[in-house]
């Protein structure tokens, strides 16, 4: 691990492409080199760029892919370019799992953390029915991966059923409290597609800070949680 000022600028891991966005966007992913354990999955919404930024500037302490993580740094790069939650169609792609309590309709959001539900978006035209839902169900169907960190921002917390060695271990690195739910109903949701298939999914909800005070504080942390849990 080195974060010395000549490996800051550039992501050296090798990627691969795992799916195509909307507009067409490469959907591409770090594939670890042996049996994945874990996979990452930043910016599943548009609107949590920090989620890729904190993700990159942690594994560019890195000359070579992990033995067993894998890392998506962007999963809906449609809505980090226009600056939307959802996808090119509008829909809240953590709302979009073919899961049991899937529905149709609209999902609301805020558009800051103490406003109101005043944006909406939708759950898709079915279950799955967007390329970048189908593309990472794909991808970690392929991978079999034994946990799942999705990462979102910016309530600050670890939102996860129990409070597991994964769960306990980023309290402690972000210093933000375990819930075992966040509150509100989330069909479709990734963790909820996890839960239906036995398949741990912990969500990290970072907490609420400018990007560079992000790295500046949880970078080297977070870059140690992740070498630590790179088992061979």
Not at 56 to 69: E, H, V
Not at 186 to 192: A, D, E, I, K, Y
């Amino acid at each position: 691990m080195n974060f010395e000022p000549e490996t800051r600028g550039i992501l050296r891991l090798e990627s691969q492409i795992y799916g195509t966005s909307v507009l067409g966007a490469p959907l591409r992913y770090i594939p670890c080199t042996g049996r994945c354990r874990l996979l990452v999955v930043a910016a599943v919404h548009g609107e949590e760029p920090e989620t890729t930024f904190l993700l990159s500037r942690a594994l560019r302490a890195f000359d070579k892919n992990f033995a067993s993580a894998a890392f998506v740094l962007c999963a809906n790069p449609d809505g980090v370019t226009l600056g939307t939650r959802g996808n090119a169609n509008g829909v809240d792609l953590n709302r979009n799992f073919a899961t049991a309590n899937w529905s149709a309709g609209t999902v609301p959001s805020r558009s800051v953390l103490e406003a109101p539900r005043d944006t909406l978006l939708s759950s898709g035209t079915a279950p799955g029915s967007e390329p970048e839902t189908r593309a990472l169900v794909s991808l970690i169907e392929n991978l079999d991966p034994e946990t799942i960190l999705s990462m979102h921002a910016p309530i600050g917390c670890v939102d996860a059923p129990a409070p597991t060695e994964i769960v306990r271990e980023l309290s402690q690195v972000f210093g933000v409290p375990h819930v075992p739910d966040i509150g509100y109903a989330t069909p479709g949701s990734l963790g909820t597609w996890c839960a239906e298939r036995k398949k741990e999914c912990v969500t990290l909800e970072l907490p609420r800070m400018p990007l560079e005070l992000l790295f500046e504080r949880f970078g080297r942390a977070f870059a140690e949680f992740l070498s630590a849990r790179d088992l061979t």
